[in-house]
């Protein structure tokens, strides 16, 4: 073994025996806070520097494989990220990233006695120093590696140093985190490659893709795609915009869309309170509102000579007594009975007899769905979702049945509501409920059993409202 590498042996196991013991038995919830907050910095530190080594270490496996001398494969790994992965039990993605952030951050003497460089001098003296972490050193290092050909290594070399500085942090000044060193590293690549937006914008058209992939056995359908940054930041800000909290305020909103504000029944903190939607699921549900404002655009495009519709199939037997599934066109997951009622509302449902052999007998009309006039009418009264807190415009709600169809409930406007998707999947299941008053929705909110909000009205920013 080299003196080299006896010493670095010697430490790493002399650190090993040192923190075995009081990282086995660390009780954080035993720290004071100062306390706590010095050792969450001072970990993070010494993780830093054990980070920097294993970076160095796997940045050499590539000088050990594929050369005259090729060490690795003589001890049967396949390739340096075998190597790594092996070793390290990092999954390849990962190891593969580890060597070319430590290939590029690595300078000294190779086996064979070749100098080596750093790319990257000052970002490999803070990554060595523990003063930036693996995720701040891969976001400057890709930065600066998809600019460095064209423009000027010292333009290159001095962004570098601004970089590293601006994230390590000074004593007037925190250290960045990862995610803010992304933002100022492509502010310093724009700055100093102000040509290089076009291009890359060409090679993002290019690349642009969205993909619906197919049903899985939970019952979801996985979504994949790159948007452009015009049409992601678009229907970011358009979900968004959905999200937000609004205050609301309750009275009967009349069909010529006049309103008279009141007190506010309950607060918007309580109407939070009891959404316990994660919010990857409010952008789901968002998402679903505007699909379904989508499929009713009067110029929508046609398939088949039709307006795009979801086709269901399901037997009388199991929409009469509410109990069974169904299977939706092209899907092989079953649905519930439950969510096929509620896609009736909107989409009402045709009864087609067939005999035993599946010749069709008999062709219903469209039954059990709103009109476009009865829809009109709901609108101007609710004005938007019902829901108290709920900021779903009407264009994007869909027509809810308060009395189901099959209970007797008829398909009219005083027994139809406005409800988000999100809203309308849940409302069997509380925690809210609905009933109808002389043609005007009440509804009952959670941990106030005697109160009722008839429909709403805003006193936040009006939002447009569409039939």
Same mark, same amino acid.
């Given at each position: ?18 923190? !075995? ?42 000088? +050990? ?38 290939? !590029? ?71 960045? +985190?990862?995610?803010?060193? +992304? ?94 939607? !994660? ?174 909000? !008839?429909?709403?009205? +805003? ?9």
């Amino acid at each position: 073994m080299t003196t080299h590498g006896a010493a670095l042996q010697d430490a790493v196991a002399h650190a090993t025996e040192v923190l !075995t013991a009081p990282v086995a038995g660390l009780v954080p919830g035993r720290l004071s806070t100062s306390e706590w907050m010095m050792m969450v910095r001072d970990v993070e530190r010494l993780g830093r520097l054990v980070d920097a080594a294993r970076v160095a270490l796997a940045g050499d496996a590539e000088q +050990r494989t594929g050369g005259p001398v090729d060490a690795l494969a003589a001890l049967r790994f396949a390739s340096a990220v075998d190597a790594v992965a092996t070793l390290t039990g990092l999954a390849d993605r990962d190891a593969k990233r580890r060597i070319r952030l430590g290939a !590029t951050l690595n300078a000294g003497l190779s086996l064979t006695g070749a100098e080596t460089r750093s790319v990257y001098p000052s970002v490999a003296r803070a990554v060595s120093a523990g003063n930036l972490g693996v995720d701040a050193a891969t976001i400057l290092t890709d930065a600066l590696e998809g600019v460095s050909p064209r423009i000027d290594p010292v333009v290159i070399a001095e962004a570098e140093e601004a970089l590293v500085h601006l994230a390590e942090g000074s004593p007037d000044h925190p250290p960045l +985190r990862a995610d803010l060193v +992304r933002g100022q590293a492509h502010l310093f690549v724009e700055a100093i490659d102000p040509d290089g937006v076009r291009p890359r914008e060409e090679v993002a058209r290019r690349k642009r893709r969205f993909t619906i992939g197919p049903d899985t056995h939970d019952g979801l359908i996985p979504v994949h795609g790159l948007l452009t940054l015009e049409i992601g930041a678009g229907l970011k800000r358009l979900i968004d915009a959905h999200v937000r909290k609004v205050t609301f305020t309750d009275g009967p909103r009349q069909l010529d869309d006049t309103t008279r504000p009141v007190e506010a029944a309950e607060s918007v903190e309580s109407v939070e309170s009891v959404d316990d939607r !994660t919010p990857a699921q409010r952008r789901h549900d968002t998402l679903a509102d505007i699909v379904s404002a989508a499929s009713r655009v009067k110029d929508a495009p046609e398939l088949a000579g039709a307006a795009p519709a979801i086709i269901v199939t399901v037997t009388q037997t199991v929409l009469d007594s509410g109990r069974g599934v169904g299977s939706i066109d092209g899907v092989d997951t079953p649905i519930s009975v439950d969510a096929i009622e509620k896609m009736t509302d909107s989409r009402g449902i045709q009864t087609v007899t067939m005999n035993p052999d599946r010749r069709i007998l008999s062709l219903g009309s469209v039954q059990r769905c709103f009109t476009s006039s009865q829809r009109r009418a709901i609108t101007a009264r609710d004005g938007g979702c019902v829901i108290p807190g709920c900021t779903t415009p009407a264009g994007w709600c869909e027509v809810h049945h308060v009395i189901p169809w099959r209970a007797g409930g008829e398909t009219h406007t005083d027994n139809g509501v406005l409800l988000c998707w999100g809203h309308h999947q849940n409302i069997d299941r509380g925690p809210w409920r609905l009933t109808m008053s002389d043609g005007i929705p009440h509804v009952r909110g959670p941990g106030h059993p005697d109160r009722t909000h !008839t429909t709403k009205t +805003r006193t936040g920013p009006p939002l447009t409202r569409t039939g």
